[in-house]
């Protein structure tokens, strides 16, 4: 069963022996374990529902509690403590496209507020009912209704000829695969969030998949739909391209459910490819490595992933791995190689190859060929194919640091490349200081996951230690107040260095300060247009986006 408080299923864990444990003690300290809250516990705080009777509406407290929040660390922080603000007032099941459109016009007869729920895997506060001292300008605290897409989860048509295939937005990522796949085609599209993540999730948040780099990302796969908004329905064809004014499919994508509810998507579907070639390279520094990458990206070798890590998230994933014998290995031999330089600096890349034997084959030998010349040297494919294994089994780690006492969140953004060395040391300067008045070591660690030839995302990874207090509101209170103290310095440097506010994430409400800084008064003020006209009574996911 899906966890109500933390990642994934509830019968897989990712277990860390001893070494790994000494090595996160030594960065930031022992972690205490927290005292978490139980289900039984918290479903004791859910407060009546206010919403009248529907018949697809449940107001189980149970339901409520398990759409209440998302994954972001603050929304962990309420699970695991049991101090959550706010709960939906009922969940709703829809199965058709014609139930939603009754459910919008039940919410707006009631005067509900609507939150679309794919897969609940926003780490920004996208499904989040806003706390109750937060009123909503004329609207005061309405009543809530999540809006649960689950069951909207066929594939509903499919273009043996153009490969187009059209699902219900509900539909998770691997039953998305297994659908295409049994017609020889992929979408490619890999989030780590894969597992658990929606298809209409994808679409809303413009996500990137790890192998974006082969596949596009999702506004590149995203040939149409439907979206049920409370002014009516935008049916969006499918076109390969189109010069009739604005696309609007750029409206629903990175709308995060504030126009309507995406209830039908069409992707552009690819062959399976004939070969899939991972590897990992190590250079002697993050810089030799960017350069080698840049000048893969710039001479546009058909490659399906880079990822870069720098030598502090080398060093983490080394000491992390669990593999010690496969590790032992792969240390003595970097050792072996003086005349190289690989000593503490060294950096992973992980590189993948998709698609068919022979350009597979060219490529493989191109990129190589360059990463050598920077000084990288390959250690062939036994350690990235354990990464790609295990790729989507790493967000588990989140469930092992949080009982072991330390509390783990990520952020990303994306810049040129000119400006990539000073905005790492900007962010990672900001968040390993951030807690230095209260004595707290915070671990930092990055990588570039999504490139392109004119410059590169950057994902951050920071760990601390949750706070420890014999009362649990005040170990909450500030715990919660870390991350408020880390985010807020990371989101600052990245907008006072012109990166973007989110690469793959989203707004949500964790972002939302700082969009006006990156789109403007005239931007901002056309979003709002855009919501007004979809939305008039604003009722579609209120306080997310803007």
Not at 78 to 87: C, M, P, Q
Not at 427 to 432: G, P, Q, V
Request: aromatic share 8%; hydrophobic share 40%.
């Amino acid at each position: 069963m899906k966890r109500w408080d933390g990642w994934g299923d509830d019968t897989i864990i990712y277990p860390l022996p001893d070494r790994p444990r000494r090595f996160l003690e030594r960065l930031v300290g022992p972690g205490t374990p927290p005292r978490d809250a139980t289900l039984e516990e918290v479903i004791s705080m859910v407060p009546p529902s206010r919403l009248p009777d529907h018949p697809l509406v449940s107001g189980d407290p149970a339901e409520r509690v398990r759409h209440a929040r998302g994954q972001s660390l603050p929304d962990w922080i309420a699970l695991r403590s049991g101090h959550i603000l706010a709960f939906p007032d009922g969940v709703a099941y829809p199965s058709t496209d014609a139930e939603i459109r009754n459910l919008i016009l039940y919410a707006k007869a009631v005067g509900a507020q609507i939150i679309p729920y794919g897969g609940g895997t926003s780490v920004v506060g996208h499904i989040n009912p806003l706390p109750s001292d937060i009123p909503l300008p004329g609207h005061g605290h309405p009543s809530v209704l999540t809006v649960d897409l689950n069951r909207l989860n066929r594939l509903r048509r499919f273009d043996e000829t153009s490969h187009l295939a059209t699902f219900g937005t509900g539909i998770t990522g691997p039953d998305l695969e297994a659908q295409l796949r049994a017609r020889g085609c992929t979408l490619g599209h890999f989030p780590q969030s894969f597992e658990l993540s929606t298809l209409g999730g994808w679409i809303v948040t413009r996500s990137s998949g790890q192998q974006s780099l082969g596949y596009g990302r999702i506004e590149s796969l995203f040939a149409g739909g439907r979206l049920e908004a409370p002014a009516g329905t935008l049916e969006l064809p499918p076109f390969p391209a189109s010069a009739a004014g604005p696309d609007l499919r750029e409206v629903v994508l990175g709308s995060e459910g504030r126009l309507g509810i995406l209830t039908e998507a069409t992707v552009r579907a690819s062959p399976l490819p004939e070969r899939e070639d991972f590897y990992a390279v190590f250079f002697p520094d993050f810089d030799r490595g960017r350069g080698a990458v840049r000048q893969m990206m710039q001479a546009r070798l058909p490659l399906s992933i880079l990822r870069l890590s720098t030598a502090a998230e080398t060093e983490t994933t080394l000491a992390l791995a669990g593999h010690e014998r496969l590790i032992g290995v792969l240390e003595r031999m970097l050792q072996a190689l003086p005349v190289r330089g690989m000593g503490a600096e060294k950096c992973m890349l992980i590189l993948g190859f998709t698609g068919r034997e022979a350009v597979v084959g060219a490529a493989r030998k191109e990129a190589l060929g360059i990463a050598g010349k920077h000084g990288g040297v390959r250690v062939g494919r036994t350690f990235a194919n354990e990464w790609h294994k295990n790729r989507f089994r790493t967000p588990y780690l989140r469930n092992t640091l949080w009982e072991m006492g330390y509390a783990i969140d990520t952020l990303e953004t994306a810049t040129d490349w000119a400006n990539v060395p000073a905005m790492v040391d900007a962010i990672e300067t900001a968040l390993c200081s951030g807690l230095e008045d209260i004595g707290e070591r915070v671990h930092v660690f990055t990588h570039l996951s999504h490139l392109y030839p004119y410059g590169s995302s950057i994902y951050t990874t920071y760990l601390y230690r949750i706070a420890t207090d014999s009362d649990s509101l005040r170990t909450t209170s500030e715990t919660l107040r870390r991350w408020e103290v880390l985010k807020a310095a990371a989101s600052q440097a990245i907008v006072a260095h012109g990166g973007t506010i989110s690469h793959q994430h989203g707004v949500g409400t964790d972002h939302l300060p700082y969009l006006a800084a990156e789109k403007g008064p005239l931007g901002m003020a056309t979003i709002c247009d855009l919501c007004k006209r979809f939305d008039p009574d604003g009722i579609m996911n209120p306080g997310k986006l803007v």
